[in-house]
């Protein structure tokens, strides 16, 4: 298969990923339907598959709503909170301190200001879990408000392009909150101590789902891994985030169909990255155990293949020998740079147990973390397909090169 058809056949697959699946947030049907669709296409092409099953916790919301002094305020049910139908008066928290102070119980809690400016990560997060954060949701937990309201701007980092952002996104945490742009908490604060009025038509469902693995060569101990997450935040397509990654190592799998090598490879799809349990990641360690030594080098794939943007390589500690093959390998690619490393995706999973990685993503991975992720904006059209067949051609030629080399 040459370069056009690839990037035909890339093109092909974003629509089947991203419209006529509608979404896939994990324990979604449709976060079934994508995982089933690549493990076929590389069940198809002589992959030896396994499943790696899991239950988790998927959520709908129908709205919600906010009533104050006879005005209506635009909310959002923050993801994975409980629903609620609550009237009682308005208390506020602006900092930390501030929140230790307040009497909340029983009350609709405003936080707005600076507690608000980073997402919090979840109660139960296994790989980061700031004490500040942690002091937050002891505090909330403590004074046992009836609802929580939170007034966000942007946080790129954590939670993408979304404006506003939930504070909030823990199915864990049991107290109902929603969330409203930074602009509207300002006008919600002014309203301190006034009865409201909210409303949040949200529920918890419990579900399944699962990683995929394909392996070639699954008898040899030491393996090259290369991965991509599968599910996506709800409202959004994920073309970027992370269709195109999920795509590019299907049109992988079809070159070693074509030209295998003697290396051990596993095709990880991780499912969950984009979901608060971290649930794939977590069940992927639990499975690999000890053998997690046995990865010589993992490979990740996300944000990759925007349109205008060049292809990103960054190295995570890798060995000499093996960075020296990695970057004359892929710098030899039209098109593909070493870029800036960043610390937020599946490959920190790797480089946390002691294996080496690679992360690969577009060269303005800031731009479009600030832009597009997690928004409806992360539509196929933002994709190069060219971009895909590309790099999947240039993962197939590096493979080929540390086979040669002897470095699985």
């Known amino acids: 298969m040459n370069m056009g058809n690839m990037a035909s056949l890339a093109g092909e697959l974003l629509v089947k990923f991203c419209v006529d699946i509608p979404t896939r947030r994990l324990g979604s049907e449709g976060n079934r339907q994508a995982s089933a669709v690549f493990d076929a296409w590389m069940g198809e092409r002589g992959f030896i598959m396994e499943r790696q099953e899991f239950d988790c916790q998927d959520w709908e919301t129908e709205g919600a709503s906010l009533l104050a002094a006879g005005q209506c305020f635009s ?11 609550v009237i009682a008066p308005l208390g506020m928290a602006a900092s930390l301190e ?37 002091r937050i ?3 909330l937990e403590e004074k046992q408000p009836a ?22 996104e823990d199915g864990s945490f049991d107290i109902p909150s929603v969330y409203m742009t930074d602009v509207e908490g300002v006008r919600l604060a002014a309203l301190a101590g006034q009865q409201v009025e909210l409303v949040s038509n949200a529920r918890r469902i419990d579900s399944h789902g699962w990683n995929s693995v394909a392996k070639i060569n ?20 994920g073309a970027l985030d992370n269709a195109s990654g999920v795509i590019t190592l299907m049109l992988l799998g079809e070159r070693l169909r074509q030209s295998p090598v003697c290396l051990g490879v596993d095709i990880l799809i991780i499912n969950g990255e984009d979901h608060y349990q971290a649930r794939g990641e977590v069940v992927y360690l639990e499975r690999m155990g000890a ?28 060995p000499e020998d093996l960075g020296e093959t990695v970057r004359r390998v892929l710098s030899a690619q039209p098109g593909m740079l070493e870029g800036d490393p960043w610390y937020q995706g599946d490959h920190m999973v790797f480089l946390q147990n002691g294996r080496p990685a690679v992360a690969i993503t577009s060269g303005d991975l800031g731009g479009l973390m600030s832009q597009i992720t997690h928004t409806a904006k992360d539509s196929p059209d933002q994709v190069d397909p060219s971009r895909l067949a590309q790099t999947a051609l240039a993962l197939h030629e590096l493979l080929q090169a540390l086979d040669e080399e002897g470095a699985g």
Not at 75 to 85: A, D, E, L, M
């Open 75 to 85: 909310v959002f049910s923050s993801p994975h909170s409980n629903g609620c139908r």
């Open 98 to 134: 501030e929140l230790e102070k307040v009497d909340a119980a029983g009350k609709i809690l405003l936080l707005y200001g600076e507690i608000t400016a980073s997402q919090l990560m979840p109660k139960g997060y296994p790989f980061y879990f700031p004490d500040e954060h942690r």
């Open 137 to 139: 949701y002891d505090l």
């Open 147 to 168: 609802a929580i309201i939170t007034a966000t701007g942007c946080n790129p980092e954590l939670a993408g392009a979304m404006y506003p952002f939930p504070m909030i």
């Open 218 to 237: 699954p008898q040899i101990q030491s393996r090259v891994v290369l991965c991509a997450h599968i599910d996506a935040k709800p409202g959004t397509p």
């Open 291 to 318: 053998k997690i030594q046995n990865v010589s080098l993992a490979i990740n794939l996300d944000g990759l293949g925007h349109v205008g943007d060049d292809v990103a390589c960054s190295l995570y500690g890798c």
